[in-house]
């Protein structure tokens, strides 16, 4: 399994980003694909997750209504559409995948993933 995510750079607070995950050696039916990120200082935090081939939407509050996870299983693609965007969003961001036996909706934020991409920076100025 291989992701590489992109799509990060500076922004000012109330933009938009929009990160892409490119997916090889997953899919959905094998499990969930999604976004962490880690601030400077912080622990890595779950943001959103689609989980699995149900195409379930998980999603931390602190991104409700802001953010948008989509695949385009096509492309083999993941995105986080990223609104409305506040300093506190800087950080960066992994896309990430957990195998379908691994995952637990009820906490997906800490399911054990599978494999890790590389991140990519996203820096919200004030």
């Known amino acids: 399994v291989q992701l590489q995510a992109s799509g990060g750079g500076l922004v000012q607070a109330g933009g938009s980003l929009r990160l892409s995950c490119a997916v090889s050696g997953f899919t959905l039916d094998d499990g969930a694909i999604g976004w962490f990120r880690q601030a400077p200082g912080k622990e890595r935090e779950g943001v959103s997750f689609i989980g699995g081939s149900d195409g379930t939407i998980y999603e931390s509050p602190s991104v409700k209504g802001r953010f948008a996870i989509s695949a385009d299983s096509a492309k083999n693609m993941v995105y986080l559409q990223m609104n409305s965007l506040k300093p506190e969003d800087t950080a960066i961001y992994f896309c990430?995948?957990?195998?379908?036996?691994?995952?637990?909706?009820?906490?997906?934020?800490?399911?054990?993933?599978?494999?890790w991409g590389r991140g990519t920076l996203v820096t919200v100025s004030s």
């Open positions: 990430a995948t957990v195998r379908s036996s691994l995952f637990d909706g009820r906490s997906w934020w800490s399911s054990p993933v599978d494999t």
